[in-house]
Each structure stands twice: as C-alpha cells, then as structure tokens.
C-alpha cells in the first residue's frame, strides 16, 4: 500500500512511528505493509519517492523543522506538492492529516476530491472535509468503489467509528451522545478541584491540551465538528453548523459547579448528533451516568441502539500514537475490505 | 445461511425473535439472510427442515413448553437430536445456546467437535467448551478453515470480543479486566443503597438476575469462566479453572462497604486476564476507575493497549435480544469473512 500524508504534525509522526516500530509485526501478524511515498506539509517542505520514503530518516528530520537534511537519492522529488504527487506519483491512499478548518475545509478538501478522482482511497484526520462535505466526498467515494475512513476525526484512535460501523451491523442506532473534546472536559475536571475556569484554561495550555487560541475548543465548535461527523456518517444527515445549537463553557462558573457537586451532578460539556439534529452544550448529570465519571482530557461515547440498549466507550481522544493508530487502523480495514 | 440451534431458552428465542423482525432489514442493508433449519432442546424437543423451519411458529410454540404443535410438513424431521442434524442434514453454522457447564462442557462440547468434523462453522452463547477447551476448538477450527466465534460468552452482545480481536487490530492488548458478572454487580449496588448481603440476592433473584442456586455466580465461577475465555482468546494462553485464583462476593459485610465508601472507593467484583494468568476477586476502586461507577446489572470491560492506553466498553451483560444479537453479529461476521 502507497501512501502520501498529507501534514507531518502530531498525528502524522506518530503514524510514521507506529509503522517504523511496528512494521514487521504488522507484516507478520496481519499480511499488512505500507510505504509512506510522499509528505506534504506547510512548514517542513515535501518529499516524494515512488519506492518509498526513509521512515527513520523522515522522523529524524522533522525534528529539525525541515526536511533540507532528508538524504538526496536517484527519483527523489523536493518540489512537488499534493496535486504533482496525486496527478504524477503512484499511490493507493491519501492520508489527509493537516490542521482542521471548520470553516472552509480547504485545501485538505480539494485534496481529498482530486484523490478520489484519481482513484485513491482516503483516510482523514482532518476533522474539516468530513464536517464540512461528507455528502460529496461519499456519494465520490462509492461512485468509484474507493474507501473513504476517518476514525482519527472522533476520539483519535478509540475505535470509535469502528464500534458504530461495523461492530455494531444489524443494530439501529438511536442516538450518539459523547464527551468529544478533552480539553473542555480537562478544564471541567479542574474546576471541580477547585480552579477558577481561567486557572483550569491557562493549566491546560501549559499540558498543551489547549491551543493558545482556545476558542474552537471552549466555544464548543471542535465537539461541534465532531456531531457533523456522526450526523452524516450515523444518520445520513447534511446537517451544517448552522443546523446545530452549539453552546461552550465559557460561562460556567465556579458556583454553577460547586452546586452541580452538592446534587451529585457533575458539568460535561455534552455532544449529542440524533437523527433529526445534533448540538453541544455545557449538561448537569447525574453520577450514575457512565459519562459522568470521565474525567481529565479522556472522551466518551454512549451509543443508543434497539438491541443493546446503550453502549458506551470510553478511551483517549488526542495524543500522538493515539491518533497516528487511527490511521492505521482505517488502513488496515481498507486492505481487508479490497 | 442454513442454522442448527442447540438451546430454545432465552437466547436462542432473543435471537429468533431478531431474525423474524429483523430478517428484511438484514437482507437489504446487509445482504444477510439465514434459515433455521433445526432445533434442538432438551425439554421442548426437537425440529428439522431441510429447506427452514418457520420461525413465528417457533416462537409460539416454544411458549407452550413443547415443540409438539409446531405445524407437520413433508420432510419435518421430531427425532433427530444434534448428532443426527449434523451428520444427516445439511447445515453451514451450529449455534450453541444450550446451558452452559463449566466441569465438563458436555454435551455441548462434543457436538461442536462433530460440527467443526462435518464442515459446519460454529458459533457460541454456551461458555463451556470456549472456556474449557478453546485451543482443541480454535485449531480443528483453523486446520479447516473453518470459523468458531463467541461474542455472547462475554458481556452479551456488547462487541467485548469484536472490539479485543478486530476494532483493536495492530494494538497489543497488555491486559483485560472487567466486571462480567451481572448478578454480582447488582448485588453490590444494592447493598451500597444500605441493603444486606440476603436481601439484596433475595432482590436479583426476584428480578430474575440470579439463580435460585446462585453459587456460580456468587462465588465467582461465572466470571471465572470468563477469564479464561479472554485469556485464551487474547493471549493464547491454556489455562484452566485451577490456575485462577477466584473469589467471589459472599465474604463481604455492609460494614467493608460503608467502610470503602467512606474512603470514596467501590466494591466490585473484579475479573482479569493477563498473558500470564487470570484472577477473580473483589475489589476497592477509586471513583476515577471507570470501572467503579458501573452500577447495577452492567457489565464493563477495560482493555489496557499498547498505543491507545485504556480502552473501557460498558453495556449489557444478558439480556434476550442482547445475547440473541451477539449469535446475529458473529453470523454476520462469518458472512463478511468467508
């Protein structure tokens, strides 16, 4: 399997790692193998050999900032971008994992519809594509019998996806409803110990589990995303931002807390995506809740479904082998499935 | 598909009950469709088909305890018992929802050995012959390329196995532990209300958690049975009941309770598998274990991995439908892979 990653941030590192670390095994326990042939990214530069890229060298370069120290070889291009090595090159899957918007997509977005049009199958970390075109990226996708995965766009690699597709066949589901962003659930957990929401957002920042604009994360928007991610995928909505009531955390106070805690109930910031809609907003619940007790910058999910009754995961939603698995677990289902 | 059902109790008719209104459904969305062509019982009887039997007379007659006004046709078979539905009739899938025993597996065990000799798939809700003898099964299975899964032995149908040996693919699972006893878990919830040990066994018993004898799962067995199931199926291992240190919940007083609540921790009957052996006991968990706030008759898993640290599945651990539905998701399963 060919593969051109799109972004070499966290979550493309840690894919490379995973595949430098585990490759053999991968090869030995699950007649899995892929070769990364090209790296685009904002900052580094780009990278593209037909045979396949040095993975050790690849992670040993962008430590430094860029890939200027990647060795010279025969057929080594360091000047094409996305579109050469999607129009030129020779590959299977494009892995989009550059930075998410919400607003546009793009360019991840065009990316992805000229590597469908080329015949590759995508894989997106990339929350923006999914939110913003999962209509027009699907109905490509299954016109031309390419995959299209993105388990890395909810809860990193917690199987997520996987666990509402597949493991759950046959049954209907009613409703998802999740902790989806683990810096607000972060700073929530704080507050009940005491910190003020400032505290809690600057301590936060320090872990670097919220960004120095932390307005897409406690505005609710990042969870935001993730509903239109589960609305098309689960529902077969087109629901847009504007469809959805988004509210963050930005109000709550330390009092709203401290009486949550003497009702037994606990503050979550609570995404929910339903057949008929989907929103965000700061809930009160009740400890018996399975989402009650996350805690810290872990999620969750509660599944609703007719034959099982609720189903509920809880696992990491960030990090850097975390999210890098997710890519490979889309991968590995692709080569089952083809 | 063409099934033989050993075992018409809960299971089996939860899962009969799925075909009947399910059956379209599953037809259309998942090209999957599936005939019973026997049944065998030890107290109702006994049916055969060849080309099917109907399914709503099944479950009609099964509630008048005996098969005998199930309709006469040509070609209905009375009197053959499993042997003679795997040797003389014409199967793909023996399904083995009869009651489970974990001293010898017997019968059950032998009529999976037949079925995996005669070229039929198999697939489990009875724990015995997957606790006592999975590598005998798993490598006749193997050596004929044939499938034997078991979802419904752990946790129901909440995807336990699904999610260790498919959704979790690449990621090395370092240990599984869990509450996989209902009735146990029940009992500790109510005596955390204040109850005692009696009554609140007395209240599963009345609700139809427990047994009228309820030393399997009081004492540990049940969720024994469990642990080695898990032990074999995710780490290979070949333990045996001997090797598990087991207790179960009988020893503890309503004083170690208000004791451990006072210390903000939760008693909970504690099953785990690790590649090197295998345990059942009580436990005190802190109120950030996931594990901790699961109340009543839920069953948890927690599945600590190599690239995404801990996974936790909470959902049902019994149930008609819930049980019916993991037979439904393996058959699936099987059709996907072969």
């Known amino acids: 399997m060919k593969l051109i990653l799109i972004g070499f941030g966290v979550v493309g590192q840690g894919f490379a790692k995973i595949l430098l670390e585990k490759g053999d095994d991968l090869g030995a326990r699950h007649d899995f193998s892929a070769q990364i042939v090209g790296v685009v990214t904002a900052s580094k530069g780009q990278l593209y050999h037909p045979d396949g890229l040095d993975i050790a060298h ?15 070889s ?18 299977d899957v494009l892995l989009e ?21 080329q015949g590759l199958h995508i894989v997106l970390a990339n929350k923006g594509p999914v939110a913003l075109d999962y209509g027009g990226l699907r109905a490509k996708a299954d ?7 993105y388990e890395a766009t909810v809860m990193a690699g917690t199987p997520t996806m996987h666990l509402a597709q597949d493991a759950l066949a046959g049954c209907a589901i009613r409703s998802a409803r999740g ?20 505290e809690a957002l600057a301590q936060a920042q320090a872990l670097g589990y919220a960004e120095t604009d932390p307005t ?7 969870a935001a995303g993730k509903v239109l991610i589960l609305a098309n995928a689960l529902f077969g909505s087109s629901l847009t931002m504007r469809d959805l009531d988004v509210r963050g955390i930005t109000d709550i106070s330390p009092e709203d807390i401290d009486q ?3 009702s037994s109930l606990r503050y979550k910031l609570i995404a929910e995506a339903t057949p008929v809609g989907g929103m965000v907003s700061p809930q009160r619940l009740p400890v018996s809740d399975p989402l009650a007790s996350v805690g810290g910058s872990t999620n969750a999910i509660t599944l609703d479904t007719d034959l099982l009754g609720e189903i509920t995961l809880i696992g990491a939603g960030a990090g850097k082998l975390e999210t890098g698995y997710a890519l490979l677990s889309d991968l590995m289902a692709i080569q089952r499935e083809t």
Chains 1, 2 share one sequence.
């Open 58 to 72: 690849l992670l040993r370069t962008a430590e430094t900032g860029s890939f200027a120290d990647y060795p010279e």
């Open 74 to 91: 025969e057929l080594l291009q360091r000047d094409w971008d996305a579109n050469d090595m999607i129009l030129r090159g020779s590959a």
């Open 97 to 117: 994992a550059s930075p998410t918007n919400l607003q546009t997509a793009q360019p991840a977005l065009a990316t992805c519809h000229l590597a469908l049009d």
């Open 143 to 149: 016109a031309r019998g390419l995959h299209m995965r």
């Open 179 to 198: 902790i989806l962003n683990g810096t607000t659930n972060y700073i929530l957990t704080q507050m009940e110990s005491g910190m003020t929401y400032a």
């Open 216 to 222: 897409a994360d406690v505005e609710g928007w990042d």
């Open 260 to 262: 949550a805690r003497q």
